[in-house]
Nanobody
Framework: EVHLVESGGGLVQPGGSLTISCEAE????????MGWFRRAPGKDREFVAA????????EYGDSVKARFTISRDDAKPTLYLKMSRLTPEDTAVYYC???????????????????WGQGTQVTVSS
């Protein structure tokens, strides 16, 4: 059975940085496209970033490009999201997600992801 467990969320000041993690249990992360989504209060869930299985070239949502970096450690396996130059608009619950095995490319649509973590809260505030 697949489990995705996020950690590392918390309170950070505007302009600061934070790295959150997602531990994957039940599969080898390289065989699954994995990504991050977020849901801000009162808003729909939004695509943040994802990594394909066939390369290390990520896809990012427009609102986080040049500020966030997605990466993975296949040995663990764990997915990371390093967030820099954070603003209050980045406040949200961040979710780790994985596509079904056999789908090798990223997607920005949440319905393409089969497995989800429980989420970790990131709050950007002074």
């Amino acid at each position: 059975e697949v489990h995705l467990v996020e950690s590392g969320g918390g309170l950070v000041q505007p302009g600061g940085s934070l790295t959150i993690s997602c531990e994957a249990e039940g599969f080898t992360s390289r065989r699954h496209v994995m990504g991050w989504f977020r849901r801000a209060p009162g808003k729909d869930r939004e695509f943040v970033a994802a990594l394909p299985t066939v390369s290390d070239y990520p896809e990012y949502g427009d609102s986080v490009k040049a500020r966030f970096t997605i990466s993975r450690d296949d040995a663990k396996p764990t997915l990371y999201l390093k967030m820099s130059r954070l603003t209050p608009e980045d406040t949200a619950v961040y979710y780790c997600a994985a596509r079904r095995s056999g789908f090798d490319f990223t997607s920005e649509y949440e319905y393409d992801y089969e497995h989800w973590g429980q989420g970790t809260q990131v709050t950007v505030s002074s």
